[in-house]
């Protein structure tokens, strides 16, 4: 993948987490952590809504050409967010919360973006 590629990815998912980030204020969510990392690995956004503590991976496309958004977050990626939650959970002596693992799919075309909020996707 050339360099350009990438940056234009990665431009593309900063954009679709900023978009994200203003639903979730306008939801009601309290955000507590964006791009949280440790040595095991990275969450995209983790907030809180009334009862859970969630983490959200956030996956940016404009279209649907090389599949659906959250069927990019593969077991490995889950076994990533699982063990980077249960980490910020542990550092913040949060272990009693009760979590919930989420995929915000954010859909891009010239006019307008499209969110997709599938909660509870796995564990």
């Known amino acids: ?21 203003k639903y979730l204020i306008k939801s009601g969510y309290k955000i507590l952590a964006k791009n949280f990392k440790c040595h095991l690995g990275e969450i995209d956004t983790i907030f809180k809504d009334e009862r859970e503590i969630v983490f959200a991976e956030i996956k940016t496309r404009k279209g649907i050409k090389y599949g659906f958004p959250a069927e990019s977050v593969t077991y490995f990626k889950r076994k990533h967010i699982y063990n980077v939650a249960n980490y910020f959970l542990y550092i913040n002596n949060l272990s009693n919360e009760f979590i919930r693992f989420d995929v915000i799919e954010v859909y891009l075309n010239d006019k307008m973006s499209i969110i997709n909020h599938i909660k509870n996707v796995f564990w």
């Not at 993948?1 to 980030?21: A, L, P, Q, T, Y």
């Open 1 to 21: 993948m050339s360099k350009s590629i990438k940056s234009e990815n990665k431009v593309k998912g900063d954009f679709g987490e900023k978009i994200v980030d």
